[in-house]
């Protein structure tokens, strides 16, 4: 699945940077008015975005149903939805941007996995599987600052 991702990212890169389409997706994005004067079709832009989105939650949620846990187990995602948001803002919104955020915050979960099964760690799990949020909290706040000192210097 990681090749998989890295493919995904490769191509909705060139899909949004390198085509018409993506460029009238980008303008739909920012402002459907101004793109709906331009004789693009919004509607239709709309939707096939909606599409592709649904495409790749779908693949990463049987990803998650069958690839890790065999089975459907009832929240399974266990906030991971607020972390991919996270993910998205501090990437920027640049699909190479969104795949360094994803390894960072990847890098968080797993070292919970690595310090829960750690013998003789006295610390308690309510603790330990803090870090990912924690760690996205922290990422959020160094991208506002950077984004406000940007805003002071233009």
Known sequence: MVWVSILAVVFCYYLLYHT??????RATGEEPGAARSLGIPVVRIQYSALVWSGFFAGLAGSYLSMGMTSMFVRDMTAGTGFLAL??????????FGILAGSAV???????????ETTPGNVIPSQFIKMV???VTIV??????????????FT
């Open 86 to 95: 996270a993910v998205v803002i501090f990437g920027n919104r640049n699909p």
């Open 132 to 134: 990912p949020y924690i």
């Open 139 to 152: 990422a959020l706040v160094v991208y506002a600052i950077r984004k406000h000192r940007k805003t002071l």
């Open 105 to 115: 915050f990847a890098l968080a979960t797993a070292m919970t996995m690595i310090i």
């Open 20 to 25: 018409p389409y993506g460029t009238h997706l």
